[in-house]
């Protein structure tokens, strides 16, 4: 059974820094695109930040791009968003999220839809 255990989240001061990990288990996502996505309360879910099936193509979206870095570690099966600036607009439960994806290698997916395994979410608090 394929599963994925975010962790990391907080509660931290604007301007602080955090570390999420996604660990996986039960299959190896070794070459599998994967992602973090989150939700702030009363909102959809939202891509923060991807990594391709290579994992040389990670991309993150303009709101956070220059403060978030998406990494990835094939070897222990895990991926990591360290985020760094943080604002209280960054406040929500963020989710990792693994695809099936077997296509291009350099292709980052940024759409729900193109997850097939998902976390089931770490709290990140920003107080102003």
């Known amino acids: 059974q394929v599963e994925l255990v975010e962790s990391g989240g907080g509660l931290v001061q604007a301007g602080g820094s955090l570390r999420l990990s996604c660990a996986a288990s039960?299959?190896?996502?070794?070459?599998?695109?994967m992602a973090w996505f989150r939700q702030a309360p009363g909102k959809a879910r939202e891509f923060v930040a991807g990594?391709?099936?290579?994992?040389?193509?990670?991309y993150e979206v303009d709101s956070v791009k220059g403060r978030f870095t998406i990494s990835r570690d094939s070897t222990k099966n895990m991926i990591y968003l360290r985020m760094a600036s943080l604002k209280p607009e960054d406040t929500a439960v963020y989710y990792c999220?693994?695809?099936?994806?077997?296509?291009?290698?350099?292709?980052?997916?940024?759409?729900?839809?193109?997850?097939?395994?998902w976390g089931r979410g770490t709290q990140v608090t920003v107080s102003s």
């Open positions: 999220a693994a695809g099936e994806y077997s296509g291009s290698y350099g292709y980052t997916p940024r759409f729900q839809s193109e997850y097939d395994y």
């Open positions: 039960g299959r190896t996502f070794i070459a599998s695109p």
């Open positions: 990594i391709s099936r290579s994992g040389s193509t990670p």
